[in-house]
């Protein structure tokens, strides 16, 4: 069990969606319109559905958080879903008088089926309600009060689309983020951006869905985040499954990833090479194939995470499907969806990252408050402690 950890509850189409935080020290600024920003930023993105423009994600603060700041309490997240007064006899807590049409049609690549023989159901609407995206909009607020911890030791994260269907943007050697917030696709490449978008619009057009592939980096990473000494410890282990549970991403890697597997071992390691003087460590990386982690732990340069986003599961066309209440062919159910979602993927990413490296900070430096916090996190890090770990007997 993590020091910093978090739960959600709520439903698509239901009253609101609930996040709890605990583990989060006392003494950390925090408001609802700095939460705001990141929830504003996962609705956008080329090829959401028309939710986005009903729903003004706002989280209310319930609990934690007093005069501004957090308490050390757990905070407890309220974010109302608009869309809620069209559903009240649906999704109705309390029984209802009328009879309510059950959804038998399962759709492939959701959770509609697995979920309702799990769970002993042949209405799949209990399972598509919690299994929905918009579970997200809570990590999303989560993810903010986690990344306003951070940016408090200097970590920044961010995240860009890097392909969209077969689309793949050129990957420049510095990104500028203020380019990537203001695409419509998070792509940091202006000519991979409007073919991306040309592609949703064809897929929205033929009533299907594209997938694609973001990256997320966290910069300013120490080193000695995590460990090597048991499998639940490894930072890379934690963090492939914050990103694997992501609504629809089916494959995680982390710096090189996958493509390290085409080289050999003298092309795959990250070269250590003598710093400058002056410098606050006597030795730098040449390269990042590593990502950022080694054998479990940060070594101090940005951790690159990339994820593999599948198709929506929803289809404007949809695929073949067996009614579970006769077993007899039918289309599979469909319900207002998104044609592509990688690039409010890449700000849950984010989100989830954020929670991982919270945690591993607060493990590594402790602290009730902010400030015993930093006051360990700067000892740690200052050049005489540096000198003193790394000095030979």
Not at 154 to 162: L, N, V
Not at 308 to 324: E, F, M, N, Y
């Amino acid at each position: 069990m993590g020091q910093f950890r978090f739960l959600t509850a709520g439903e698509s189409h239901g009253k609101g969606l609930i996040a709890v935080i605990e583990g989060m020290v006392a003494g950390l600024p925090i408001s609802e319109d700095y939460i705001a920003q990141d929830l504003t930023r996962r609705q956008a993105g080329y090829g959401r559905s028309a939710r986005m423009k009903i729903e003004q994600d706002k989280a209310e603060i319930i609990s934690g958080v007093r005069h501004g700041l957090t308490i050390g309490s757990p905070i407890s997240l309220l974010i109302w879903n608009r869309v809620w007064e069209d559903w009240q006899e649906i999704m109705s807590v309390a029984p209802v008088d009328k009879e309510i049409q059950p959804l038998t049609s399962p759709r492939p690549g959701h959770a509609d089926l697995a979920g309702a023989i799990k769970y002993g159901t042949k209405d799949i609407r209990p399972i598509l309600e919690r299994a929905s995206a918009r579970e997200t909009a809570a990590r999303v607020a989560v993810g903010a009060v986690a990344r306003k911890f951070l940016e408090e030791f200097g970590i920044t994260i961010h995240s860009h689309t890097i392909s969209i269907g077969r689309h793949r943007a050129k990957q420049p050697k510095s990104i500028d983020w203020q380019q990537v917030e203001s695409s419509p696709v998070r792509c940091a490449d202006a000519g991979a951006e409007k073919v991306m978008m040309a592609a949703i619009d064809e897929a929205k057009a033929e009533g299907d869905t594209l997938g694609g592939v973001f990256e997320v980096i966290a910069a300013g990473v120490p080193v000695g985040l995590g460990s090597h000494v048991q499998w639940d410890r490894r930072l890379d282990g934690q963090i492939a499954q914050a990103i694997m549970s992501i609504n629809a991403v089916k494959g995680v890697d982390i710096g090189a990833g996958f493509s390290m597997a085409n080289v050999k071992g003298s092309q795959a390691q990250d070269v250590i090479e003598t710093s400058p003087e002056g410098t606050a460590l006597p030795w730098h990386r040449a390269t990042n194939s590593a990502g950022g982690i080694e054998g479990g732990i940060s070594n101090g340069q940005s951790i690159v995470v990339r994820a593999a986003v599948k198709p929506v599961a929803t289809l404007g066309k949809p695929l073949p499907s067996v009614d579970l209440r006769t077993g007899k062919k039918v289309e599979a159910h469909y319900e207002r969806s998104d044609i592509c979602v990688v690039p409010a993927a890449g700000v849950i990413g984010e989100a989830m990252l954020a929670v991982v490296m919270t945690n591993a900070m607060l493990e590594k430096f402790g602290g009730d408050h902010l400030k015993e916090t930093l006051a360990n996190y700067k000892n740690y890090i200052s050049p005489a402690y540096s000198r003193n770990r790394y000095a030979t007997s």
